[in-house]
């Protein structure tokens, strides 16, 4: 029956047309709490790897590549989820230096992650940009760690980035100068949203009153 099950779910996740791939993974590795579980899931997991690959369908691989990590991580199996990281490389190098993060191994994570910022492409380089600053500054090297999240932030300008960039330059005392250069850079984007939320994080009601008052008048005008 739990065989049936997990061969379902499999279907659902191989055939998915409607986008759903990001919570039918979670479904699959939730389903599994025993040995025999964790060894079925591995083994259409594995199979349908080499297919990916054969298809030269990279989405669908680090998909699976995954699945495969997480399955190891909740079966407590260290050994395979190394092993299985340093074999698919290419899509598990995030993984890992995560695992080395969470064994407060941050000077190895540093090294690693410096390893492959040559490697990284798009979105995921600029995620792996952050997570070197984050790694920075946890062990004190706030400097870096500021020019790193603004680096970032410049690829993706979203408010959890924007939090860390004003942590870390006030804890330097470069707020005032960070400030400038991140609302001059906001204003030639034309980026609305983060320009408020600057202001508003840092209490200047006056800049925020007019960001959206600029705003509201722009909305006014286009109806």
């Known amino acids: 029956m739990k065989q049936t099950i997990h061969e379902a779910n499999w279907k659902m996740f191989v055939t998915d047309r409607h986008d759903f791939s990001d919570c039918i993974p979670k479904m699959i590795v939730d389903s599994c709490g025993t040995e025999e579980d964790f060894s079925f899931i591995e083994k259409l997991a594995s199979e349908e790897l ?31 989820f190394l092993l299985f990281c340093e074999k698919e490389f290419e899509y598990s190098y995030f993984r890992y230096i995560e695992y080395l993060e969470s064994k407060g191994q941050i000077k190895e994570a540093i090294q690693y992650c410096t390893r492959v910022l040559d490697f990284a ?24 760690s500021l020019s790193l999240y603004l680096q970032s932030f410049k690829d993706r300008p979203a408010e959890d980035l924007l939090e860390k960039i004003t942590h870390v330059s006030n804890e330097l005392g470069l707020w005032k100068d960070v400030k400038k250069k991140l609302t001059s850079f906001m204003a030639e984007q034309g980026d609305t949203h983060n320009l408020l939320e600057l202001y508003v994080r840092d209490k200047d009601l006056a800049s925020s009153f007019k960001i959206a008052s600029e705003h509201i008048d722009k909305g006014c005008k286009s109806m």
Request: aromatic share 4%; proline share 0%; net charge negative.
């Open 121 to 144: 492409k798009g979105f995921l380089k600029t995620d792996l940009v952050e997570k070197m600053g984050d790694l920075r500054h946890a062990c004190g090297d706030n400097s870096e």
């Open 50 to 80: 080499q297919e990916s690959k054969a298809r030269d369908d990279e989405d669908h691989v680090s998909k699976i590549v995954d699945i495969l990590l997480n399955i190891y991580e909740k079966r407590k199996d260290e050994k395979k």
